[in-house]
């Protein structure tokens, strides 16, 4: 089945303490992306990847890494969470963003105290 | 500032009428258009979408239009069923090909 995997699912942590979200999709998807959906405001980009090895800031990147070190792969990494990092994401790719039809994985729903 | 914009947080309308759901834009340059429809729990689907050179594109039940002069679009859905009920989002492609997303519109479908 065509997916997009993100784990975890649901995460609560502390201010400061490093964490990882994951992204995996096997559609050999060359596009890939990374959202953060905060009320009012719809679905803002934080990073892209046009491909392996190759990544983008988005409109909201500050706080936040990424990497492409395989296809199928675009790991969120947060190294220092604040609560203002407190979000739904969700994690998307497509064979390239000119189509503009993405597939979304189904949420990450983090909580920093 | 926001590029696109969905005016109406939420809708509510009668099972087996028309939905007609709306948004605006800022930017001149967005040459595609989305829309997609999130349930809870789940990530956005693609629904439709329309390319500037157009004013309609239809699909079934769902059909956008795009109204170039006055920076608009709109969802039509007819007849509206349960399963609609849903948050839509209205997406526009901008000059680097990234999608500019609006705040999304809550559609209740009541029976």
């Known amino acids: 089945e065509a997916q997009v995997t993100q784990n975890p699912r649901y995460l609560i942590t502390v201010t400061g303490k490093k964490l990882t979200v994951t992204c995996s999709q096997n559609?050999?998807?060359?596009?890939m992306s990374w959202y953060r959906q905060d009320p009012g405001l719809g679905l803002r980009q934080i990073y892209y990847?046009?491909?392996?090895?190759?990544?983008d800031k988005g409109d909201v990147p500050e706080g936040y890494k990424v990497s492409r070190k395989e296809k199928r792969n675009f790991p969120l990494i947060l190294e220092s969470p604040s609560p203002n990092q407190t979000s739904l994401y969700f994690c998307?790719?497509?064979?390239?963003?000119?189509?503009?039809?993405?597939?979304f994985g189904e949420g990450s729903r983090l909580t920093v105290l | 500032d926001q590029q696109v914009k969905q005016n109406s947080p939420s809708l509510s309308v009668q099972e087996g009428r028309i939905s007609i759901l709306n948004c605006d834009y800022t930017?001149?340059?967005?040459?595609?258009f989305l829309w997609y429809k999130k349930y809870p729990a789940e990530g956005p689907t693609f629904l439709i979408s329309i390319s500037s050179i157009k004013d309609k594109n239809e699909d079934g039940r769902f059909t956008v239009f795009l109204n170039k002069s006055a920076k608009h679009l709109s969802l039509h859905i007819v007849p509206s069923q349960p399963g609609d009920s849903a948050v839509y989002f209205c997406a526009a492609s901008d000059e680097d090909y990234q999608l500019i997303w609006g705040a999304g519109t809550k559609l209740i479908i009541k029976p």
């Open positions: 998307a790719s497509s064979f390239g963003p000119f189509t503009g039809e993405l597939f």
């Open positions: 559609m050999n998807h060359e596009y």
């Open positions: 930017n001149s340059m967005f040459d595609y």
């Open positions: 990847s046009m491909n392996v090895e190759v990544t």
